[in-house]
């Protein structure tokens, strides 16, 4: 219920402000205000989602002990002849690494970004990439190593690094890649490339939300 509020929520926001990014065609992403906001909403939802998972694990862990406790305690109720022959169900091991601590290592990334700690942030990101690349934090990990980059004014790393994106064949920040593509190009002095890759979002990714970012770009950028 919860998320389906914060949505929502998110969709509302996004109505109100669109309109008043539309009276400011010419002015980039990184000047409206309601930008960040929309970024910052979504980590808030990948972090309770991430929450959620991390609490699932811990419930199955929580029933894993009960029901060695029942063992136990059954155990116990049974003749010691009984008691010789029985022999303790053994625990798994994990078969791939700890949800939580991926989520612990994004959410600190994450601050270190909105700190503009970005080398820091470079470092957590590219551990979660190399390290738990199957983890469904892995391509949102990608997205932030490139604005990483891109906050450093290393335009053409932030370029590399945000087509990394579209490797993953699930991820929700595709369209959110191909608008700062167009932007990386445009900071390097290439309105031609910048204006394709925009045209590009519009083409691939008609109901994006930025939409109509791309568009006041593109009426920007064009001679």
Known sequence: MWRSFVLMLTVLCLIGLSGCATTKKKASL?????????QELKEDINRLEGMLEELSDE?????????????????????????????????PAPSGPMTGNVQTTYNTALDNYYNRDYEKAIGKFTQIISQHSRSTLADNAQYWLAECYYGLEDYQRA??????VFSYADTEKDDDAQLKLGFCYANTGDATQAV?????????????????VARSRIEALSP
């Open 59 to 91: 419930t199955s862990d929580l029933n894993k002990r009960a029901n060695s406790l029942e063992n136990r305690m059954s155990l116990l109720s049974q003749p010691a002849q009984q008691r010789e022959e029985y022999t303790p169900p053994t625990t």
């Open 159 to 164: 370029i590399e690094e945000f087509r990394k």
């Open 196 to 212: 394709a890759e925009l045209r590009k979002l519009l083409n691939l990714y008609p109901d994006s939300e930025f939409a109509d």
């Open 30 to 38: 990184e000047d409206e205000t309601w930008y960040p906001m929309t």
